[in-house]
């Protein structure tokens, strides 16, 4: 039958356009074989808007008198109407629409008749055959061999005719393991890890039934996939109560029994008709047009699409672990084999394997693990969210898998070489296209049809100069690492790319679902008032005001990055902070080999704060949400060294102002003493004064208090900020502070008796005792955030001149001799700084009061001190 007999009416003039966005257009609506063309003839105007009539889920036609109107709802969730005028116009126009866009047949289907001037049936379709995969992977063909068996369809019909498998299994082998296998979809391996050698095997499941079939060839090929390791695992996408229901009904799964040396994991990921469901309410929610807050997020909810969202990602992490922390192979199946098994092996290598993430491999991975494979396109993209049709095959998955990737590129926008856009491209082309590549289920299906001889390929014509600058991403640093997303839900995020953008109701605040009971309704009420800026939940709730503060509902445990981690804070700091929180949420960081016992006593992470990118890992894969930065370069080394100096305070500083704006972490970055210069008042300091500073280190400890405080009335930043007096402590030795002489004395005083000090004898300065300093730093993190009326305050103990402090440490040791040398340097320093801190303000807002004076401190650290030396075997004088 040819396209004409279904086009009653060709041409209708006066017709309106009406899209989201856009202001009506009028003009002439034409429609051919596979395209509806509207062309505005209004003058001055040459919009013109094509649509493939594939691309139609669903139309909706209203008459009114003698004219109608057609809602066109399309697979890539674009909304138009059309006001035509003449009713039966209207009828022929909606009757073409609805043949048009439904036919069946594959040649009839416009990549067969779409010919651009600058491509050519003669190039080559895709991009990488199996064959030329296994010839370039040289490290495969010791252990593993390309296979022909499934040549001509007959062993499993929806794997391409070679595949690769370990190369002591033979072809008989392989034809009775896929009778034992769903759809003959035997174990393949789809990825090789070269980093040491393992491998991701994919497959249908076991067929063994309620009486529990065995079939040996199947354990030998699965224990030639693990030979020379001692053990695999098998990820299961389905429950184990779900397995156990295959098992019913001829299906089932390995039994440990049989399979002694694979260990079995059950991750339960929704496909088939949930996902369809779960993406027909998502389209509903972002397209509803209450502008009611709380029934969006109700609905946003019920759809459970970011659920999904969430439960890829986090299998496909577990198997990426299995793989790169753990070392081991991993076999991936579900029931089919062809839905959810691809999704998360794809995801797996994105996060691994760097070559895969650029714009090449990426498509290559398509092609491999879901064109090549055996992803039925045809039956799961038949209709999208919009389809009145009943539902049949159809299901999101392929959807689902660039979501996650979205997911992976927004939380890693570096490490990716491709752009959102060509996501959403094919988003667009997997449901319509003017390209063969997503035509029919399986390569035998596109052999049979003439595909390849017959359409395009896509992933050719978006490797072309001119498409590939536009797909590319210009921001791309290629990386080695491995790339861990974050599945917390806060880090997930609505994909308004692909769901918001030709909606008619455009929002700007789209948290997760999940996060919906962190807002309280003077938040929500704020977000509706922000003009055209969209924010996460957790920074969001960074604006609640005096009014709306109220006690936060019960969260989990705070996970810390402590940066500069080994230095005079870091240690005792991560110690106070694990007995709350738990071990492993408290992770220390530094560019130093940690001493054995702070190695063993919890996580530590080698870290340099210039290296953006990894912090940006590190933060984003621990789920950080507290971040204290305590890397710098103190004042008289800093003097000494001013280019260093300026690089780490202020470069280290701002690399994690913004990750801590990206990522909405509570920020802490210490302050200190330094902070004032001669200018300052010096008996007391108050909290806001002229500060002016004359060393590098205090210039760049002003800057992070202003700019701190900037970002947190500009963006909602949660930064907090401790001006330090100098801080004593027995834990770590002297760093190249102003302050450390009253560190020193006490390891003088202890070892020969003789302190020779670098400050005169009368130069008062404030001091604190490290427990005093962390308890104010846990206090100041913990206290609510509408309590502060700064974000940075000082706080204050004592304060003495070096001849106080040694007229002290004489009552316990009087042969002490001090002698004094001062240091022009840091007596300048210390000239310029003040003599006592004011800290009214932290006693008032968050109820800070010293438990040390210049008393117990003495006492604590000599008796600390003595201790230590006394552990360690050395003479105390």
Known sequence: MEFSEHIKTANVEDVVLRQPLHPPSRGTLCITGHHLLFSNREEGSSRQVLLLLRNIDAIEKRMSGSSGTITIKCKDLRVLQLDIPGMEQCLNIAHSIETLSSLDSVSEMYPFFFRPSDHSLQDQWGLLSPEKHYSQMKELHDRWRLSTVNRDYLVCPSYPPAVIVPKNMDDDTLKKVAKFRQGGRFPVLCYYHKKNSMVIVRSSQPLTGANRKRCREDEQLLQAVIEGSDKGYIIDTRSSQQALQARMTSGGFESKACYSSWKRLHRQMERGKVLQESLIKLVDACGDETHNMDRWL???????????????????????????????????????????????????????????????????????????????????????????????????????????????????????????????????????????????????????????????CLFWALLRPHERDYYSNPLYEP??????????????????????????????????????????????????????????????SRWNSQETCSPP?????????????????????????????????????????????????????????????????????????????????????????????????ITGLHNVLDLALENCLRLFVPSTIGAFGPSSPRDPAPDLCVQRPRTIYGVSKVHGELMGEYLHHKYGLDFRCLRYPGVISVNTPPGGGTTDYAVQIFHDALSTGHHECYLRPDTRLPMMHISDCHRATVEFMQAPECQLSLRTYNIAAMSFTPEEVAQEIRKHLPHLKVTYNPDSVRQTIADSWPVRFDDFNARRDWGWAPAFGLEELVSDMLRSIRDKRTNEGLAVS
Request: proline share 6%.
């Open 298 to 456: 109700s609905k946003l909810e019920n759809s459970k699409w970011l659920s999904h969202v969430q439960t890829a990602l986090s299998t496909a992490g577990l198997l990426a672990e299995c793989v790169e922390r753990d070392g081991h192979s991993v076999l991936v199946h579900g029931s089919e084999g062809m839905d959810s098994t691809l999704l998360i092996s794809t995801l797996a290598q994105l996060i691994m394997d760097p070559s895969c993430r650029t714009l090449e491999g990426f498509l290559a991975l398509l092609e491999r693990e879901w064109v090549q494979a055996g992803h039925p396109f045809q039956q799961r993209c038949a209709h999208s969210a919009y389809s009145h049709a009943r539902l049949q095959q159809e299901s999101p998955v392929f959807l689902l898998l660039l979501d996650c990737v979205w997911q992976l590129w927004r939380q890693f926008p570096l490490a990716l070489g491709f752009s959102e856009s060509l996501l959403l491209r094919l988003a667009t082309e997997a449901y319509a296209s003017d390209y063969g590549t997503f035509l029919c289920n399986s390569h035998q299906e596109r052999c049979a049809q003439g595909v390849p001889e017959k359409t395009h």
């Open 479 to 540: 990386t080695e690492l491995a790339i861990w997303p974050s599945v917390h839900p806060q880090s997930l995020q609505l994909w308004k790319g692909l769901l918001l953008y030709a909606q008619p109701a455009v929002r700007v605040f789209v948290p997760s679902a999940a996060v919906r009971g962190m807002l309280c309704r003077g938040c929500l009420s704020k977000a509706r008032s922000l003009p055209g800026r969209t924010c996460s939940p957790r920074q969001m």
């Open 553 to 649: 509902p019960p969260q989990e445990n705070p996970r810390v990055l402590i940066t500069g981690g080994l230095g005079q804070l870091g240690v005792g700091l991560a110690q106070i902070l694990r007995k709350q929180y738990g071990t492993e949420n408290v992770i220390l960081s530094d560019i130093k080999k940690p001493p054995p016992h702070v190695f063993s006593s919890g996580p530590f992470v080698y870290a340099d704060v210039l290296d953006y990118k990894l912090l940006r890992e590190l933060i984003v894969n621990n789920r950080i949400t507290w971040l204290v930065h305590y890397s710098a370069l103190l004042s008289a080394v800093g003097e000494a060294n001013v280019a260093l100096a300026r690089k780490i305070n």
